[in-house]
C-alpha cells in the first residue's frame, strides 16, 4: 500500500490493515516527524525526481493495492502523481483514494463564528487551496468509479474527531490561508476572535466531539489502460522467449 499524506494519523489506521506501507512526502522534516513502525517505510521524493525513478522507490509496476492521498492531491503535479498510479497500481484490484476535509461541525455556538472566519480567507486563498476549499469537485481525476465518488462528484463523509480548545486555536492559526494572510500583514485569527471561541466554548478544558466534512474519490484503473498494459507486458514476455532461443 502507498500513501501519500499530509496527516500522519491515517498512516497510523492503514498500517493496521496491510502488511507493508509505503509513505513518500516532498518534505524531509515532515518524515522525519513521522510515526515510526516496522511495516511502514518512509520515503523523500523531491519535485526533481523522475517518474521512473518514483516508480521503482514505492515497488514498481503493477505493485500497489492501495494508493491513498489524504489532505494532500491538491498541492500535487497532477500528471505526474496521476501517470506514477497507473503504473504502480495493480491492474486487477488497485484502488486509489483521495480526499479532503474542508469544514469543521464544533457546536451551534461555534459554527456560526467558524463561517465568519471562513469568508476572511477569500482574498488570500490561491488556487491550489480553492480546490480544497470545493471539496475536490473541480479537481481532475482519470479513474474509473467504484461508486465511491467520480471525477466532480466527490462522495461526502462525516469523519468524527476530539478536539480540545487549544487544538482548535492551534489548528486555526495553522490554517494555510490564514498563514498566507500573515504574511501579507494581516492577522485573521486575532486576539479578539480567540476570545469569542473561548466565550463559545465554555470550559476551556472541555475536549469536544467534532466531525471534519471530507469528500473522497475512489477509482481504479480504466479498462482501456488495463488493456494497453496488458498487451505491453504480453509484447515483453514475447520478446524475452524469442531471447531465449
Known amino acids: 500500500m502507498l500513501t501519500i499524506s499530509r496527516l500522519t494519523f491515517y498512516i497510523s489506521q492503514l498500517v493496521e490493515h496491510y502488511e507493508k506501507v509505503v509513505a513518500t512526502d516532498i518534505n524531509e522534516a515532515q518524515l522525519k516527524r513521522a510515526i515510526k513502525h516496522s511495516r511502514i517505510s518512509y520515503h523523500h521524493t523531491p519535485k526533481n525526481m523522475s517518474e521512473d525513478e518514483m516508480v521503482a522507490l514505492v515497488g514498481g509496476e503493477n505493485s500497489i493495492d492501495l494508493i491513498v492521498a489524504a489532505q494532500a492531491a491538491h498541492f500535487f503535479d497532477l500528471t505526474t502523481f496521476y501517470n506514477v498510479a497507473k503504473r504502480v497500481l495493480r491492474k486487477e484490484g488497485g484502488l486509489i483514494a483521495i480526499w479532503v476535509y474542508n469544514d469543521l461541525i464544533i457546536s451551534p455556538e461555534i ?117 494497453v498494459r496488458c498487451e505491453s507486458d504480453q509484447v515483453s514476455e514475447d520478446g524475452n522467449k524469442d531471447l531465449l532461443y
Open 111 to 227: 459554527d456560526p463564528i467558524m463561517n465568519r472566519l471562513l469568508d476572511s480567507t477569500l482574498p488570500f486563498r490561491t488556487p491550489i487551496i480553492n480546490l480544497a476549499f470545493d471539496g475536490y469537485r473541480t479537481l481532475p481525476f482519470p479513474f474509473e468509479s467504484i461508486g465511491m465518488g467520480s471525477e466532480g462528484k466527490p462522495v461526502v463523509l462525516d469523519l468524527p474527531h476530539k478536539l480540545s480548545l487549544k487544538g482548535f486555536i492551534g489548528f486555526l492559526r495553522s490554517w494555510q490561508p490564514v498563514v498566507k494572510a500573515r504574511e501579507q500583514g494581516v492577522e485573521l485569527v486575532s486576539e479578539d476572535l480567540i476570545n469569542k471561541f473561548e466565550e463559545a466554548w465554555g470550559d476551556e478544558n472541555q475536549v469536544k466531539d467534532v466531525s471534519y466534512k471530507a469528500h473522497m474519490i475512489v477509482g481504479k484503473i480504466p479498462v482501456s489502460i488495463q488493456h
